[in-house]
């Protein structure tokens, strides 16, 4: 039986010397994610669709005294597979990467198309895996250097459960029907990829968020998520920043024994 690493309980946390790369950087979540990670000393590739809102973000991130050295762009979507390659296959290491990126029609039952269905489907599953498995040379390049590398796949609560109709109503504010399969879907390809890659040192996890409504969101429609706080055990919808932690344990060594686990960042949502 080989012996435990040591690791020093102050560093547990820290990602000094690792490069990051996440999707859907300049969303909700994603911002906070980048800014977990630049916190904890890893350096980050942020990429997304738009370049404007990328260096928008960048721009801001400098202001809040981030290094900017720490922050490299890489805008393209994450269907095209070349564009992925270009970007994952020639970085000379990548210790994290963090599936984020989904596009999703808002819709019910009644309005979703097959089409919604196929675009949620290539852009949360298919997406994902071709990044991972692009991905793995740097990955295993990462492996070399530490012992492990870590993928975050990030889910959601409704991957999980069923969105309750009685929260949306006639609201026009539903979570549509393609969205929680598609998490789900992307649930299982984690342990899949965590089952078929831990021989090589890949850890590969997901964080399945839950209420985590957008400011402006909140301000538009204060008795929608008064709703969502009152369905929760802790009676209140999640902060931006409360993803973080979760994002940098599971990048970090303090979870290097942790793979094919499902992180519920939900505030007691799917315990009921």
Sequence with gaps: ???????????????????????????????????????????????????????T?????????YDPDAVAVCAFDMRDEEALARCLATLPRLDVLVNNAITVEMGTIASATPDQFATAYDSGVRAPFA??????????????AT????????????????PDPSIYGDTGLNSPPHYGPAKAALLQLTRYMACHWGQKGIRVNAIAPGP?????FQREHPAFVQRLSAKNPLGRIGHASEIA????????DAASYVTGAVVPVDGGWTAW
Excluded at 6 to 13: E, G, L, N, V, Y
Excluded at 131 to 144: D, G, Q, T
């Design 245 to 252: 932690g979760a994002a940098v344990f599971l990048a970090s």
């Design 131 to 144: 990044a991972m498995r692009i991905a793995e040379p740097a990955l295993a390049k990462a492996v070399n």
């Design 57 to 65: 973000l960048r721009a801001k991130l400098r202001q809040e005294n």
């Design 147 to 162: 012992g492990h590398a870590a993928v975050v796949n990030i889910a959601s609560m409704y991957g999980t459960v069923s």
């Design 212 to 216: 985590f409504p957008r400011e402006e």
């Design 1 to 55: 039986m080989s012996a435990a690493p040591a690791i020093a309980f102050d560093r547990m946390f820290r990602l000094d010397g690792r490069t990051a790369f996440v999707s859907g950087a300049a969303g909700h979540l994603g911002q906070a994610m980048v800014r977990g990670f630049l916190g904890a000393g890893a350096r980050v590739i942020i990429n997304g669709r738009n370049t404007q809102r990328l260096d």
